[in-house]
C-alpha cells in the first residue's frame, strides 16, 4: 500500500540491540512526523515478551540491527493526524504486534490483517515507507491509527499492557472454537507461562472447567488458588495423564519448547481440537495413532486482527482480566531479559517506560 513517505526527524531516546550478544543499551534514533494517517503516543508501559529475546539474539536469522523490540505497548495519544477517525488527544491506547499489511487483500478486509502476506510487525519489519520498524522499548512511537486500539479506562495500564499480544495470542483461539459464549467445556492448558495464565483467566471468565497441564508439580497451588484453574496434570507423572484420558474437549499449548503431542492429544475426547500457540525453534513430535483413533484436529494459531483486539480489550475491561506483572524500570531490562530466558516471572515483565532510566544498561 503506497504511502507519502515522512520525513524521519523526530528524535526518540529508548533501548536497542546491537549485536547477537542481545544485550540492550540506551539509543538515540528517529521517528517519522505524525502523518495524516498517525496517532503519535508517549509510552507509558511496554511488555517484555519472550519473542523479544529471539530478535534480540537472532535466533531466527533475519533481525535487522539495530533492533528495537517491544509490541505490547500502552501510552497516551499526543498528536492526531487529519484522517484519523476514532482517537483523540489523550486517550489511552495499545499496539500490538502489527504495524502495517496491505489493506488490500481479503485478509485485510475481513479484519484478519494478521494473516496478511504484507503484515509488518511493530519491531522489525518494513514500514510503507522504507524504513525499518522500531517498537515500545522507547519513549515514544507514531503509528497507524488502524493498527490501534483503545483500552478501557478500567484496566490498569502495566497489567494490561501484555494483553497486546499474550491476550490475543490465547483469545483468538477460543474465539475460533466457539468458546466464548458456550455451555461450560472442559479446556486445558498446557504450560502455566506468559500465556497460559492469561489463558486460565479468559477460560474461566466464560465459565469452563479448566485443567492445567504441566511438567512442573510446584505450580498447582498457584494454578488453583491464585489462578481459580479446577483441575492440574503434571504431565510427567503416568498416573495423572491415564487418568485424564480422554477427559477433553479442548486443549490450548502455550508451550515454547520441544515436546510430543502424542500424551497430550491423548486427553482429548473423541472429536477434540488442539490448538498450538506455542512456537519451539524444533519440530514437535505428532504421532498418528491419537489422531486415528480420537478423530482429533490439531490447528495453530496467531495473534489476531485489529477488531479481534479490540473485541478482546472490552471483554477484559467487562470482566476485569489483566496479566500478572512484575513492573521494571528501564535499567533493568536485561536483568528482565535473562530471567524470562530462565522462566523466572510470574508471569510477565512489563517496563515502565516513563520511569527514571539510569546508565546501569
Known amino acids: 500500500m503506497a504511502q507519502t513517505t515522512p520525513n524521519h526527524t523526530q528524535t526518540v531516546s529508548g533501548w536497542a540491540a546491537h549485536d547477537s550478544s542481545g544485550k540492550i543499551t540506551p539509543y538515540i534514533f528517529k521517528r517519522r512526523e505524525n502523518g495524516a494517517n498517525d496517532v503519535t503516543i508517549k509510552i507509558l508501559y511496554c511488555g517484555i515478551c519472550h519473542t523479544d529475546i529471539h530478535y534480540l539474539k537472532n535466533d531466527w536469522g533475519i533481525s535487522m540491527y539495530p533492533v528495537v523490540p517491544g509490541h505490547e505497548i500502552i501510552g497516551l495519544i499526543t498528536e492526531v493526524g487529519r484522517n484519523v477517525k476514532g482517537f483523540k488527544l489523550g486517550e489511552k491506547v495499545g499496539v500490538g504486534c502489527l504495524a502495517a499489511?496491505?489493506?488490500e487483500c481479503e485478509f485485510c478486509k475481513d479484519s484478519q490483517e494478521n494473516y496478511?502476506?504484507?503484515a509488518?510487525?511493530?519491531?522489525?519489519?518494513?514500514f510503507w515507507d522504507g524504513s525499518v520498524t522500531y517498537g515500545g522499548y522507547s519513549k515514544m512511537l507514531v503509528a497507524d491509527y488502524r493498527y490501534m486500539v483503545h483500552v478501557p479506562e478500567n484496566l490498569p495500564m502495566d497489567a494490561a499492557a501484555p494483553l497486546l499480544c499474550a491476550g490475543i495470542t490465547?483469545?483468538?483461539?477460543?474465539?475460533?472454537n466457539n468458546l466464548l459464549n458456550s455451555p461450560?467445556?472442559?479446556?486445558?492448558?498446557v504450560g502455566l507461562g506468559g500465556l497460559g495464565h492469561v489463558a486460565v483467566k479468559f477460560c474461566k471468565a466464560f465459565g469452563h472447567h479448566?485443567?492445567?497441564?504441566?511438567?512442573?508439580?510446584?505450580?498447582?497451588?498457584?494454578?488453583?488458588?491464585?489462578?481459580?484453574?479446577?483441575?492440574?496434570?503434571?504431565?510427567?507423572?503416568?498416573?495423572?495423564?491415564?487418568?485424564?484420558?480422554?477427559s477433553l474437549d479442548f486443549i490450548l499449548d502455550t508451550v515454547a519448547a520441544k515436546h510430543s503431542l502424542g500424551p497430550i492429544l491423548e486427553l482429548l475426547k473423541v472429536n477434540g481440537t488442539l490448538v498450538l500457540v506455542g512456537a519451539p525453534d524444533k519440530p514437535l513430535d505428532l504421532p498418528s495413532f491419537p489422531l486415528i483413533f480420537g478423530k482429533r484436529t490439531v490447528k495453530g494459531s496467531i495473534i489476531g486482527g485489529i477488531r479481534?483486539?479490540?473485541?478482546?480489550?472490552?471483554?477484559?475491561?467487562?470482566?476485569?482480566?489483566?496479566?500478572?506483572v512484575e513492573v521494571v524500570k528501564p535499567e533493568y531490562i536485561n536483568e528482565a531479559l535473562d530471567r524470562l530466558a530462565r522462566n523466572d516471572v510470574r508471569y510477565r515483565f512489563v517496563i515502565d517506560i516513563a520511569g527514571e532510566s539510569s546508565s546501569k544498561l
Open 101 to 103: 499489511s496491505c489493506l
Open 116 to 118: 496478511c502476506d504484507k
Open 120 to 126: 509488518q510487525f511493530t519491531y522489525n519489519g518494513i
Open 170 to 176: 490465547v483469545f483468538c483461539p477460543l474465539k475460533d
Open 184 to 189: 461450560p467445556k472442559k479446556i486445558g492448558i
Open 210 to 246: 479448566v485443567t492445567v497441564i504441566s511438567t512442573s508439580p510446584s505450580k498447582e497451588n498457584e494454578a488453583r488458588d491464585r489462578l481459580g484453574a479446577d483441575s492440574f496434570i503434571v504431565s510427567t507423572n503416568a498416573q495423572h495423564m491415564k487418568a485424564g484420558r480422554r
Open 308 to 324: 479481534e483486539t479490540q473485541e478482546m480489550m472490552e471483554l477484559c475491561g467487562k470482566h476485569n482480566i489483566t496479566c500478572d
